[in-house]
């Protein structure tokens, strides 16, 4: 079927020639996300994964390399990314999610650029500004993690593709770009390697000349080449995602509903929107077409679909054969190919008061996750800062603190301690044996409160951070053994705080 398709190879149809002003538009589209998406972004408290980026980021540099010859190499370049930025930016939480809104900016003007190629300028707005409504994308722009980037870099991967395929572009020092882009992509996130396999079709439905087929290939080895001792070392260290074999990952809620669409009614009008755009051109393609742009849009729906679904195929069936491999944050990259298609439907959808309904409907249903995003613990209810907000605000000089270390790594609220120390300035941390970042891991070592004897000698007072489920840590029956009694308990919405005393308060 898509071997019939004839991509234009100028400028796209019924567009305009190229002008000053048609330059600019990615740009005022970019700035515009970007500042869209930067709204609110540090109300959220951080979590466990955003604690990873940070700490990291905050290592000497000596000790960055020293973690990422051991654990979190696939992340290790986008740590050192973010090492430079806090360097100069601070570590608040704002700043280090900064970079991730900056990013889906930049996402955006790609879109609009490579919907451009053909599509008028109406549409390719329309197409650059849904992805914004996306709750992955959402989700992402408020995070400091290397998915927003990543998306980024795929999308102007994508466009570069296919502006060398119209233009059957065969300078040399284009495709030492494409090569040099994939690369530092892969570097960014290894699983963006996926997308050749979307390009490598992408080739197919644009009816690519063999001497493209050739250059691309080129390419493609040579950043596969240099991505090798990366990916080599990121292998070796496969068992630091061991527990993904311990999840049912593969339901269809998490395939269908939680990897890109974040809740059931958001998902059911987006996948509904998807299949339609792959109807229409379908049904496009079997009838002479009617309108001018119609040939480039079904071009684009295809394009569109290799770069959500191919990546998606290709990591399930290597979780079958090699798994486990695979959860739904780790194709964050292909969701503005999704904002892509939904925008395509509603601008074919007819008539046009059906279209008007329909993205009353998509904005009926985004645009409150979208808010719901930005509050306090919009991150798997991480309540970090409010903790430290409140042992701050009631701690004195010589209290102590514990944190509860019965959770997986990931969820210890003692890593509120070094994403907001402002509120333990006054505190001791009584369990602390030695800090991350003297290790070669992501984490501190400590040791419980029984363990340490005289740790407790100078401290009238003990505050403890535990999880919600559970009120008695192994650090608090030692604290009730040597004398020191309950006298202020604070809930929180997924953690407790607890202030142990002895003697007269």
Known sequence: MTTTIDPPRAAAPGLPAPTRHAALAPVMVGLGAALVSA????????WGDEAASVMSARRPWDSLWAMSANVDAVHVVYYAMLHVWVDVFGASSFSVRLPSALAIGATAAGVFTLCRFFVGGRIALLASIVPL????????SGE???AALSAALVTWLTVLLVHLVRT???????????AGLLAISVHVFLYTALIAAAHLLTLVV????REIWWRWAVASVAAGIACLPFAMLATSQHGQIAFLARRDVMDPDMLFVKQWFGSLPIALFCWAA?????????????RRPQREDE??????????????LVPMAALLLANIVAGPLYTGRYLSFSAPAAGILIALALAQLRPRRAAIVA?????VLAVPFAISQRTENAKFGSDWAQVSEYVGAHSRPGDGVVFDDGVRPSRKPRLALHLYPEGFRDTADLGLVRSYDTTDGLWDTVKPLAELPGVLDDHQRVWVVARSQDGTSEDERTLQQAGYRLTDTRWLARDVILLYTKGTP
């Open 168 to 178: 059957r572009g065969t300078r040399a020092g284009w495709w030492v770009l494409y």
């Open 274 to 286: 998807i299949v339609f755009a792959i109807a229409w051109a379908v049904r496009s393609w079997r």
């Open 359 to 363: 993205g009353a409907l998509a904005l």
């Open 144 to 146: 400091a993690r290397s």
């Open 206 to 209: 644009m009816r690519a000349p």
């Open 295 to 308: 040939a480039g849009t079904r071009l684009l729906v295809w394009i569109s679909v290799l770069w959500l």
């Open 133 to 140: 409504l996306v709750p992955r994308i959402v989700f992402m």
């Open 39 to 46: 709204i609110a972004i540090g109300v959220p408290s951080m």
